[in-house]
């Protein structure tokens, strides 16, 4: 789960991370009054949007007066802030940040993730930060340190004085580093984190360092252990679809394709995809419907499909080991009269009683396919949309 940079530097101050005073809103006049509130020359007026890249996109600007910050906030608020992590249309602004201005000697940049090969947490940080991170990833990865971290013990003391003075820190700031790189583990650590990016963390000219940006994001899979969590979900910031697939419990990712794809078990989707691919079309959707792909699911897994306008066909692919093929052949036919299908549908039940399921769906009247294995199922559903 993702949140937005207020509210990943509201749980920064917990953990004692230095963050700039600010104050978010979503009115133009109060950004005004929270300039003169915060009552330092310099004020930044900030986007809240769940992607990144919004200082080049126009959804981060320096305010020098009341007057200013208002003006900045009525530009930004309400406009659809287009960044290299947004879609195309982009994305609605409905939240500013107003927070105090830095005066930034340099910009660094920090990262904690999980590094799957090594199955451990990885921190990583480099000079270069600002914008363009993914870029020096690419052409320099030798400006990129990293040190992995010991779930068991956490980052090592040792091990966040070897990123800050690798960092160029010195005396008192490199004290300051060292701290708040042990604190940003803890955070990271302590809200079950998947994610955690600070770019830029920064040093300023008196002498500070502080993270002026906060990307946080939430394993969803520990949600349970952290019930204020769930508060800060935008479900704005989502895919409509997504939100929708979530109630019903479906594992439900938008893709960009045409065909629909219905599929019990991740692996299993995960190769209905592949295969889609190799036939010549595109998924339009990875959905996972579980083990149990009864009547509910499948007419839920229908219904959200057939919510996406660039769905052109179906193709439901179902093994039945511990359900009956059979079974899940009159559930898909309950479900087809509950939802209007629209679309070409080809169906593949591979497992116990396939046999006597092909018949079931073949004599159920329903428009579709049926198909004999994988490949075939793919190179239908394929030709039914008609590439
Ligand atoms: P992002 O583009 O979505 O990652 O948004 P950031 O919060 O990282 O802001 C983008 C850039 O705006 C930063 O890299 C800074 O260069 C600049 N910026 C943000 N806050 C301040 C500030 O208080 N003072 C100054 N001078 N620049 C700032
Ligand atoms: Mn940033």
């Known amino acids: 789960m993702k949140i937005h940079e207020y509210q990943g530097k509201e749980i920064f101050r917990k953990y004692n991370i230095a963050v700039p005073n600010g104050v978010v809103t979503t009115t133009a006049d109060e950004a005004g009054a929270i300039y003169t509130k915060l009552g330092k020359s310099v004020a930044v007026v900030k986007a ?28 930004i608020l ?13 994305q609605l602004v409905k939240t500013i940040l107003v927070e105090e201005g830095s005066d930034i000697l340099h910009e660094y940049y920090v990262g904690i993730t999980l590094d799957r090969r090594l199955s451990k947490p990885v921190m ?45 820190f010195e005396g008192d700031m490199a004290k300051q580093a060292i701290n708040i790189l042990i604190a940003l583990w803890n955070c990271y650590d302590g809200e079950d984190c998947s994610l955690m990016e600070i770019n830029p963390l920064i040093s300023t000219k008196d002498g500070k360092v502080m993270a002026l940006d906060a990307k946080v994001n939430f394993d969803d899979n520990a949600t349970y252990r952290h019930p204020d969590q769930v508060g800060l979900r935008d479900e704005a910031e989502e895919d ?14 938008r893709l960009d394709g045409t065909v629909g794809c219905m599929v019990n078990g991740a692996g299993l989707a995960m190769g209905t995809m592949d295969i889609i691919k190799y036939a010549g079309a595109s998924p339009a959707n990875f959905l996972d419907v579980g083990g149990g792909a009864n009547v509910t699911t499948v007419t839920n897994g229908f219904k959200i499909i057939l919510s996406d306008p660039n769905v052109k066909a179906i193709f439901v692919n179902i093994f039945g080991g511990i359900v009956r093929c059979d079974r899940i052949a009159n559930g898909i036919i309950e479900a087809a009269k509950n939802v209007k299908i629209t679309v070409p549908l080809v169906v593949r039940l591979a497992g116990t009683n396939a046999e006597e399921a092909k018949e079931i769906l073949l004599k159920s009247g329903i428009p579709l396919q049926v198909a004999d294995g994988l490949k075939d199922g793919a190179e239908k559903v394929v030709q039914a949309i008609g590439k």
């Not at 919004?54 to 007057?67: E, I, Y």
């Not at 409509?240 to 990712?253: F, Q, T």
């Open 48 to 75: 809240q949007i769940h992607a990144g890249g919004r200082g080049k996109g126009g959804g981060v600007k320096l305010a020098k007066s009341a007057d200013e910050a208002k003006a900045h906030a009525k530009a």
């Open 78 to 90: 309400g406009m659809m802030l287009k960044t290299p992590q947004t879609g195309p249309e982009g």
């Open 124 to 168: 990583m940080v480099s000079t270069e930060g600002g914008m363009d991170i993914e870029e020096v990833a690419e052409k320099h990865p030798e400006k990129i340190l990293k040190e992995t971290i010991e779930p068991a013990l956490g980052l090592q003391r040792f091990q966040a004085s070897r990123l800050a003075y690798g960092l160029g």
């Open 240 to 253: 409509p679809l997504e939100v929708e697939a979530s109630k019903y419990n479906l594992n439900y990712v």
